[in-house]
């Protein structure tokens, strides 16, 4: 895969590979993250996850990207960009998910700052998001800190939250 994938000062982000399986089904095992994703308890599931974004590679040169700690090249979880029906339109959303052990130490945060630099400037999204549901207190903190506007709105029948920053906003200094 030829594609630039941003980078940070701590984290190395890599295209997944089919090996990551493990390793991603252990970032949904805890029971905080089974509250919101109860499906990637299926080893099926996490594995059509990765085989989902080496589509999203090769169709738009992006997706959720492995993370790691550029010191001990050790997996932490993932963070990237992928297309998300958002009220019947195709939005360009910033996903983040990291292991229980790692969470708090502010990758989340630094890795979707850099996904939102790589998305104004890699395409021409008027408007990159996150959403989030309300309950999921830590993922709403590192959107806020990402994104400088929120709405309520309904996702699959259950209330959501979109962060989001406009090119504009993202443009302004």
């Not at 940070?8 to 805890?30: C, M, S």
């Not at 993370?67 to 019947?88: I, M």
């Not at 959303?93 to 996904?115: L, M, N, S």
Request: glycine share 8%.
């Amino acid at each position: 895969m030829g594609h630039e994938i941003p980078q940070t000062e701590r984290l190395r982000l890599r295209a997944y590979t089919l090996a990551d399986e493990a390793e991603l089904f252990a970032v949904f095992a805890d029971p905080h993250a089974r509250t919101f994703y109860p499906e990637m308890a299926d080893r099926a599931k996490v594995r059509a996850w990765i085989e989902w974004n080496l589509r999203n590679y090769e169709e738009f040169g992006f997706g959720l990207w492995a993370l790691e700690l550029k010191v001990e090249s050790r997996f932490v979880g993932d963070c990237g960009l992928t297309y998300q029906d958002v009220e019947g339109r195709r939005e360009l959303e910033i996903g983040y998910h990291v292991t229980e052990r790692e969470r708090g130490k502010g990758y989340a945060t630094e890795a979707a700052r850099a996904c939102l630099e790589f998305g104004f400037t890699r395409t021409s999204c008027e408007r990159i998001c996150s959403i989030v549901r309300p309950p999921n207190t830590a993922s709403c903190a590192v959107a806020a800190r990402v994104h400088g506007a929120r709405r309520e709105f309904v996702r699959g029948g259950q209330p959501a939250l979109l962060f989001y920053t406009t090119r504009r906003a993202w443009e302004e200094p």
